[in-house]
């Protein structure tokens, strides 16, 4: 017996491929793509992610910043622009600018609440991830960052399987020994979907007294290193704790930007130069010096 054809079937084929056509042209404007990642919640990733974009922007770079967070997405407080509003029509979202090289997207734009709370399921988050990078006008970007939530779920599988040609995920951590268990679980999701490391970053390394100039380690130290190398994987570097930087993110304002000449905005500096070396093989698009608008 001759199999009937199914004309629905056929119309969903077509509508996959109208959709994969439509996210290869507009992640075709964009030169790299980062995925800041962790294995364990509260480690600082939407901080190091923050100000990693920030930095790149500052340096002339057209900086993409996407919050996949979507159960606590905290990008826009962190950046002052909780007031951020989308416009555009289904298709053709205009995401919200930090700065003339700073372009964010979040799902915290969307609610009416800061107390909202999304109750999502899988296919809904899937569905909002691909509609971001779909849907949004990004233009030209020499790096999108991509803010994902803690483990290895939905959000992070999302954005492996939708972004193909991904330059790498950067692997936060902290310290101790239950980050460390839940930082090799992450790197194992990144050697299982075939998405390379960039490499491991310490955060809350070490806290530094502003009195008196003394180090204590608040969370042992050196875990991030070890981990690295056991697994093979570059180590980025090891950012301080300062409680600055919690002000920072409360007030809305980078790191780089509240204490530039501190040894955590130094830190960012130079693991965003190790990025920008480990991605230089295509040249930057031109581009403007970044600047916060008021």
């Not at 980062?34 to 002339?60: C, D, P, Q, R």
């Not at 930087?245 to 501190?262: F, H, N, T, W, Y």
């Not at 040894?263 to 581009?287: C, G, M, R, W, Y």
Request: glycine share 10%.
């Amino acid at each position: 017996m001759k199999k009937r054809n199914n004309p629905q079937h056929k119309d969903n084929t077509l509508e996959q491929w109208k959709e994969k056509e439509a996210l290869n042209k507009r992640l075709g404007k964009i030169k790299h793509k980062l995925l800041v990642m962790s294995g364990k919640g509260g480690v600082g990733k939407s901080t190091v992610a923050t100000n990693i974009a920030f930095a790149l922007s500052e340096k002339g770079f057209k900086v993409g910043l996407m919050d996949i967070d979507i159960h606590g997405p905290n990008i826009p407080k962190m950046l002052g622009i909780e007031w951020g509003q989308v416009e555009g029509e289904e298709g053709n979202l205009q995401p919200v600018y930090y700065s003339p090289n700073l372009k964010v997207m979040s799902i915290g734009f969307f609610l009416r609440k800061e107390e909202d709370a999304v109750i999502w399921r899988g296919p809904l988050k899937m569905s909002l991830i691909k509609q971001f990078l779909r849907d949004v006008e990004w233009g030209e970007l020499d790096y999108l960052v991509v803010d994902s939530p803690p483990g290895t779920g939905d959000e992070p599988l999302s954005v492996c399987q939708l972004i193909e040609d991904a330059d790498g995920a950067l692997v936060i951590t902290t310290p101790q020994d239950v980050a460390l268990t839940d930082i090799r679980k992450a790197i194992t999701f990144c050697r299982q979907v075939n998405m390379p490391v960039l490499g491991v970053i310490e955060n809350m390394s070490g806290f530094i007294c502003p009195h008196c100039g003394k180090r204590t380690d608040l969370f042992k130290c050196g875990g991030g290193k070890k981990i690295a190398e056991e697994t093979g994987k570059p180590f980025l570097g090891s950012i301080p704790f300062d409680p600055s930087v919690v002000e920072s993110c409360d007030e809305g304002i980078p790191a780089l930007i509240r204490k530039p000449e501190s040894d955590v905005a130094t830190t960012f500096k130079e693991i965003v130069n190790i990025i920008i070396q480990k991605t230089k093989e295509k040249a930057p698009l031109k581009s403007v010096p970044g600047k916060k608008k008021k």
